[in-house]
């Protein structure tokens, strides 16, 4: 257990708000930490390095150099289903709104990395899971194209249970659609980079998630095309030591790197120096 | 257990009541001729009952009836089907099928998912659930059709691509997104056939093409409803529900866009009459690919890609002072 901050234990004060607003347990290692300074930490377990999960805003703010310019902020989903539950989708949706501050699953926009211009698009798994619906899938697609337009490379932070079940077909459209856009993007001999956080699986690994030239996997993520669960009900057989993590990926030759947190943009800006900057004359 | 296989049941004891009759009409001296006819009466009203309306739930077990024409039945309906095999990397995976094949004289590559007929047959073709090799294997197919100019057609009937260790371990998630990709560019006419279950991802890697043709009880599903009840409610046993919301069926699917055209079945499903089916569904192929050779590999592609960016668009957009 994590030692009760020394203001709180002085003034023996009980916090206004409810404890799960202000703690966190960490999945890694089960220590309760304290959310303020895991934020300072960049969301980085103090005890075991364990990641743990970051929203799409701080990620914009980890990444880009503090000019990013958002795209398209204003889409949300026509509910093309209508579906109904017991919680109907547009309700869980509104839920998830209120939950992330996101009005959906991924942000997309204009920004640099140390000074290289860039198309980004991050997702966010508060939201739905971060599953691709419609809005998901014509981000992603306004993004690319507009990377095309503007020659420009284009990043994806990938963070997504996959398509998302109350769109239907429609959602697994979205990979055709996306994938077709990629497409495009590569025959312009534009570079798109993915970077794959926890977790990454179904239709999103399955599109653009593996479609990059580069591939980067956060440390920690768990990776792959079917979830844990379906895994364990289909073969019914004990799982490999550190199966789908972002090291097995690396060790199949799945990904380029395994990066963590702190180093990711670094790591991320290189390669676009590489690939942006004139080239050396001959 | 078989929703339709239980449901034919009276029908199918009916139907063999019918048949020993015929046989004892032509042996004996007694005529059951009327009793045979009010028996055939009773049989069409029966079918009715059990085929006219099926729900959502009832498609899918008709999509995976034991007895529905599969891939290489639809494949060696062609002429001069040659399987070509594997992946050049690590093996031959039996639940995809690849190979050439005239359709009409028309010379074409084609790619299916093949589901087995039995118990022994399932277990080598894997209920039809590729495994990467299998995407790859594809993929070399897409690219000989473009390479040496000839359509591709698709034969899709699967549960989904196969969720297990070996999979994950070799790409099964870049090995249907660099199908996606291909199918996506290729410089082809590209036909689509939905013919049985089309499970996700696994489905779709075989299934971006100029015109998507759908059987009236085959299913195309972003997931089967069986996995969308587990991730929607943690309970696979809400499958029947599940089939009902997530518009699976021929004819919704048609309404939104998803699918181009849809091949009618027979009352009591393509099995009833399997050498109809196939010459109609290769008949609609064949009208499909008339139309898609006269046109361009540019304009094939640029068409593929309005197609699929139309496809995909349900969003609206709130207004500013609603935002945030
Ligand atoms: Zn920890």
Sequence with gaps: MAPTPSWLRRRGARPEAAPDTLWEICPGCGERLYKKDLAERLRLCSRCGHHLRLGALDRIALLADGDFQELVPHLITSDPLQWTDRIPYAKKIAGDRVKSGLLEAIVVGLCTVEGVPIGLGVMDFSFRGGTMGSVVGEKVTLLIEECARRRLPAVIVTASGGARMEEGMIALMQLAKTSAAVQRFAALGLPLITILTDPTTGGVSASFGFQADIIIAESGAAIGFAGRRVIDQTIRQKLPEGFQSAQFLLEHGQVDMVVRRGELKTALARFLHFVSDQKVPA | ?324
Excluded: C
């Design chain 2, 1 to 324: 257990m078989n929703v339709i296989v239980e449901l034919e049941k009276p029908l199918v004891e009916l139907e063999a009541k019918i048949d020993g009759l015929k046989k004892l009409n032509e042996t004996q001296r007694v005529d059951f001729s009327a009793e045979i006819a009010a028996l055939e009466a009773k049989a069409r009203q029966l079918k009715n009952e059990v085929f006219g309306n099926l729900t959502p739930w009832q498609r899918v077990h008709m999509a995976r009836h034991p007895r529905r024409p599969l891939a290489l039945d639809y494949i060696s309906a062609l002429d001069g089907f040659t399987e070509l095999h594997g992946d050049r990397t690590f093996r031959d995976d039996p639940a995809i099928v690849t190979g050439y094949a005239y359709l009409d004289g028309m010379p074409i590559f084609v790619i299916g998912e093949q589901k087995g007929r039995d118990t022994k047959d399932n277990l080598y073709r894997n209920f039809g659930m590729p495994h990467p090799e299998g995407y790859r294997k594809a993929q070399r197919i897409m690219q000989h059709a473009e390479k040496f100019k000839r359509p591709l057609v698709s034969f899709i009937d699967t549960p989904g691509a196969y969720p297990g260790i070996g999979a994950e371990e070799r790409g099964q998630s870049q090995a249907i997104a660099q199908s996606l990709i291909l199918l996506a560019g290729l410089r082809t006419p590209i036909v689509v056939n939905i013919t049985g279950e089309g499970g996700s991802g696994g489905a779709l890697a075989i299934g971006i093409g100029d015109h998507i043709v759908m059987l009236q009880h085959a299913v195309y599903s972003v997931a089967s409803p069986e996995a969308a009840a587990s991730i929607l409610w943690r309970d696979a046993g809400r499958a029947e529900e599940a089939a009902k919301r997530l518009h699976l069926t021929s004819d919704e699917l048609f309404e939104f866009g998803i699918i181009d055209e849809v091949v009618s079945e027979p009352l009591g499903g393509a099995q009833a009459d399997a050498t109809r089916v196939i010459a109609d569904l290769l008949a609609a192929d064949k009208r499909a690919l008339a139309r898609l050779t006269r046109l361009s590999a540019d304009e094939l592609v640029d068409r593929r890609y309005e197609k699929f960016r139309r496809i995909g668009s349900h969003v609206e957009r709130v207004h500013d002072s609603a935002a945030r």
